[in-house]
Nanobody
Framework: QVQLVESGGGLVQAGGSLRLSCAAS????????MGWYRQAPGKQREWVAA???????NYADSVKDRFTISRDNAKNTVYLQMNSLKPEDTAVYYC???????????????WGQGTLVTVSS
């Protein structure tokens, strides 16, 4: 079974840092884009950052210059380094991967289970 497993969430004070990880497991041939979304309480899920297999990155304006996305293609893992965290960054962070080409010839878009990041003021 192909799936995404996230880790690294937690509680941090404003101004602090956290690093999220998301590993894709299973029979995977390739993953085009990997990224992160977040959903704050009472709000819609929003896109945060994305990275292609070639290393091109994009960020939401709200996190630009504070967050850094990176990936290890050999490990099918994406990371989100979050610095200068603010209380408004509090949310459940979801990893996303697509298009995932599996060893059985399927083309998938996957979501992780989410990891909670809480930033206290």
């Amino acid at each position: 079974q192909v799936q995404l497993v996230e880790s690294g969430g937690g509680l941090v004070q404003a101004g602090g840092s956290l690093r999220l990880s998301c590993a894709a497991s299973g029979s995977i041939i390739s993953i085009n884009v990997m990224g992160w979304y977040r959903q704050a309480p009472g709000k819609q899920r929003e896109w945060v950052a994305a990275i292609t297999s070639g290393g091109s990155t994009n960020y939401a304006d709200s996190v630009k210059d504070r967050f850094t996305i990176s990936r290890d293609n050999a490990k099918n893992t994406v990371y989100l380094q979050m610095n200068s965290l603010k209380p408004e960054d509090t949310a459940v962070y979801y990893c996303n991967a697509g298009t995932v080409v599996t060893g059985t010839g399927r083309y998938l878009r996957l979501w992780g289970q989410g990891t909670l990041v809480t930033v206290s003021s």
